[in-house]
């Protein structure tokens, strides 16, 4: 459950791990970015403490010489040429919130897929979950024919900018259920699911294990948001050894009787549910 103050952060791993425990930016190169959904949870009646208020910026996005931006400066958020930040003292501000209300009134947010894991590395595209098995040896090659046309036929709507989220929603659902009726048909095992992610290109962000072993240690939930394949994005967690029991998942998962049967359907536009 989200709190009453909620912000989202686009910083990678290490970035947000600085602000959690007050290191020097200096010391660890600026990740990539990502996004993480960051939000205070309120375990009592109170208000989570506020941080200190800054003056209001000017809305560009220079920093003001006469203002002070402390967490954005240990985030390494200021000097970075990659990064705009409309409103300075806003978002000093949140993290600021974020900072104050401590671990205990802290919950994390994310997306899975290019967001906790990587999108290159070494000059080539990693895998998400869904590229895993599409990638995979251990599939058959009608799946991956099948699995294209339908990508072929159903991204363009996901993407389309002239069509609303409740026009796209009944294609986007047509789509997973084509996809379900297709690995039905693979017949997939849940033991072979294990080797589809040891082999292949799937990667973690840089600092991503670091933060998520922090948050264990200090207890604050992480909830994972993906519209991928709940199965393999959950090996990959265990893979990295990062899937600890404050990791709640929340995706598309089979379900087995020796062979994989169905699941529930959850679509990029579900998110929006599972954050308000």
Known sequence: MLGTRGVVLRAGGRQFTR??????????????CCGLMVATRSLSSEAPPQGPRVPPASGA????????????????????????????????ELVNTIIGGGFSRLQ?????DFTLTRVHMGGQRCHCSWGIMDNSPDMPEYYREEANRLLAKYYPIEVDPKMTEEEKIPYMVEWYQQIHDLLVKCSIRQASIEGMVSASSARLRDGS?????KLHRAGVPVLVLSAGMGDVLEQVLRHFKVYTDNVKVVSNFFNYNEQV???AVFTVFCKDYYTT
């Open 261 to 263: 049967r169905n699941y």
């Open 61 to 92: 996005t220079m920093p003001d010489p006469e203002a002070s931006y402390p967490a954005l400066e240990k985030l390494g958020l200021i000097a970075a040429e990659h990064v705009r930040i409309k409103d300075l003292a806003k978002v000093e």
């Open 108 to 112: 994390l947010v994310v997306d899975f």
């Open 209 to 213: 294990e670091e933060l998520c072993q």
């Open 19 to 32: 602000v959690l425990s007050g290191l020097n930016p200096s010391e660890g190169s600026p990740d990539q």
